[in-house]
């Protein structure tokens, strides 16, 4: 027996099934005026159904299942009626395969994307840094010194990073960093470039794929459908960039935060290795075959781009 199930045989299975209900259980059931819950909440609830558990004990009961009712995060619904027909081929790439043919040695997959809007805010007063039973601290004043874009591109096969930063974002940065990644090593042999993309303006895939096709013959735009970023690699590295770079944030001007991006791609780099990718078309076409009922029911007008 575990930790996690010291204590619950005292309880009936039916109670500790209909504790677990509670959790799971829409917060505004039965009136209550919550956007959330907790395992107080739960548990008082649970009191009011006559079932009598301690906090600690309704706490391991949650904990075996790993239920949290206090932890949310976002999620967008893919609407589009095509979208396991516009994501597929990405998929495919990343497994090496394009049209139904495998990849060669000369054929380059790339990631591209970009994070806008980011500033370079410097605190008033100076961070604290961590020390025993004392997390760090940063000041919650700060001053802006602007902001700028960083755009990047990530070959798939080993996880390397090309990455500029412009002013602002824009098909002229976007288009001068792509030539520019296009001229580095892991570029230079490629015979055909494979660029996965959003739908960003800067690569809008009404617009993007002939300007690109007309600068650079070499590449070939595959665009995500919307609402797809969690599909897009680079994404994976951005994650880390924010979080490991860039927060706190305490950059004294523009060049500071330009110095850190690059500094940080460079030491990316030296560690490099591909994301370890194991979604597939398949699985994407099961989870969207679970999504259909809600899917079909939330609109009568497909979502378009």
Not at 128 to 145: A, I, K, N, V
Request: glycine share 6%; proline share 8%; aromatic share 12%.
């Amino acid at each position: 027996m575990n930790r996690g199930q010291v204590g619950l045989g005292l309880f009936p299975p039916e109670q500790v099934a209909a504790a677990k209900a509670q959790a799971c259980a829409r917060p505004q059931e039965n009136g209550r005026p919550l956007a959330r819950l907790s395992v107080r909440d739960v548990l008082d609830r649970c009191h009011d159904e006559g079932i009598f558990f301690s906090y600690s004990t309704l706490w391991r009961i949650l904990d075996q299942d790993a239920i949290r009712p206090w932890f949310w995060r976002p999620w967008i619904f893919p609407r589009d009626p095509y979208f396991l027909e516009k994501a597929s081929p990405v998929l495919d790439l990343y497994a090496r395969q394009w049209q139904g043919s495998p990849l060669n040695k000369h054929d380059l997959v790339l990631c591209g994307d970009e994070m806008t809007g980011l500033q370079a805010l410097s605190r008033i007063h100076p961070c604290q840094l961590p020390g025993p039973r004392t997390s760090g601290r940063y000041e919650f004043e700060y001053q802006r010194h602007g902001s700028l874009a960083y755009i990047a591109f990530m070959d798939v096969a080993t996880g390397h990073v090309y990455g500029e930063t412009a002013p602002k974002n824009g098909s002229a940065p976007f288009d001068a960093c792509l030539e520019n990644c296009l001229e580095q090593p892991m570029c230079r042999d490629a015979k055909r470039v494979f660029l996965i993309l959003d739908n960003g303006c800067a690569h809008h895939p009404h617009t993007s794929p002939r300007r690109l096709r007309e600068k650079f013959p070499q590449v070939v735009a595959v665009h995500l459908p919307v609402h797809a970023s969690w599909l897009n690699q680079i994404e994976l590295y951005f994650s880390i960039v924010h979080r490991k770079a860039l927060h706190p944030a305490d950059f004294a001007d523009l060049d500071a935060l330009t110095a850190r991006l690059l500094a940080f791609q460079r030491y990316h780099n030296e560690r490099s290795h591909p994301f370890r990718w194991n979604y597939s078309r398949a699985d994407l076409a099961r989870h969207l075959a679970r999504l259909r009922p809600e899917w079909q029911a939330g609109s009568d007008r497909p979502f378009t781009d």
